[in-house]
């Protein structure tokens, strides 16, 4: 038999690989808690243009019979849901692919838009579910549920494939709250057992931990920029609706639209001012509250020596 004479010079394979679940782990310490997770997807979103976020914890089981994978098997049983009324780009959903690298730090107009933070979805599970683009997404950064050893460490299905040869996998996201309204829908399997990911996670923990992101939806409204609704749903009930408007909406997009996208472009020149007024009311079944807010925005840089600084 015929080898390759070469092949002992090649040597053996050798190099660095990040540890993605260390980063991973060490970013959910970072963030702390579930209300931190709802901040991240309503920057993220409100960044790419939404203007209305429903969130469900479901407790709803599926077949797993006739799913992508026998390993995601686990992934069919209660779960978040974080939906959006704003389409994804493609450029959207290749930023979520990247763990340790961002951008946003020399991002000017926004305080997310799917970059390094959103990995802290990972707090409630192993396998984050994305349906966007006609296409489910799974992100397996352990590569237990979906994803092969030494491939990209996840998989998407057009949904015409899903509804072809995996009717199951595709059940959760047919549900009568979620189906047909939302073009962007994240599902978080919640973790049943502890993985070197994280811990398990309940229906109670999740349910507490919305309690708290929902205390927080006021001052989440208050400096979105595009964001008008934050649902809180639990099963087929609605716990709670914060809804924000603006006045004079024209003047208000008009100051952001001014915004440079980025420090680069960012140049010495006279402060912007703008003072917007929001009215944000929450409502809830027992009751409903409205607030009345004055939010002074001011942008800019008055001196080259400020400008480097910040861009360095």
């Known amino acids: 038999e015929d080898s390759d004479p070469t092949a002992d010079l090649q040597g053996d394979a050798f190099g660095q690989e990040a540890d993605l679940v260390s980063q991973v782990r060490q970013l959910l310490l970072e963030y702390g808690e579930g209300a931190d997770l709802v901040a991240e997807f309503v920057q993220n979103s409100d960044d790419a243009g939404a203007r209305e976020i429903a969130i469900f914890l479901l407790a709803d089981t599926f077949s797993a019979e006739r799913i992508v994978d026998p390993r995601a098997a686990s992934l069919q049983g209660a779960a978040l849901y974080i939906c959006s009324d704003n389409p994804l780009s493609s450029e959207d959903i290749a930023r979520m692919q990247c763990v340790g690298h961002s951008k946003k730090r020399l991002d000017f107009g926004s305080s997310g838009r799917f970059g390094v933070g959103l990995n802290v979805m990972y707090r409630y599970c192993d396998c984050p579910q994305l349906l966007a683009n006609n ?178």
């Open 135 to 312: 296409a489910l997404h799974f992100f397996d950064l352990t590569r237990s549920y979906v994803a092969k050893e030494n491939t990209k460490r996840g998989r998407q299905f057009t949904i015409q494939k899903l509804r072809e040869h995996f009717p199951d996998s595709y059940a959760p996201f047919e549900v009568e709250q979620v189906i047909g309204r939302f073009p962007t829908i994240f599902r978080l399997p919640l973790r049943t057992v502890r993985t070197e990911l994280g811990l398990k996670m309940d229906d109670e923990i999740v349910r507490a931990e919305l309690r708290k992101a929902s205390a927080i939806a006021e001052k989440l409204l208050l400096f979105s920029r595009n964001l008008r609704r934050l649902e809180f749903h639990d099963g087929a009930t609605l716990n709670v609706i914060h809804e924000a408007t603006v006045a004079e909406p024209d003047k208000y997009h008009a100051f952001f639209a001014g915004f440079p996208t980025s420090l680069l472009e960012l140049k010495p020149g006279p402060l912007k001012h703008y003072l917007a007024r929001k009215t944000i009311t929450c409502e809830c079944p027992e009751s409903t509250t409205k607030g009345e807010w004055a939010i002074a925005h001011r942008v800019g840089v008055t001196d080259d020596a400020m400008l480097k600084v910040l861009q360095e």
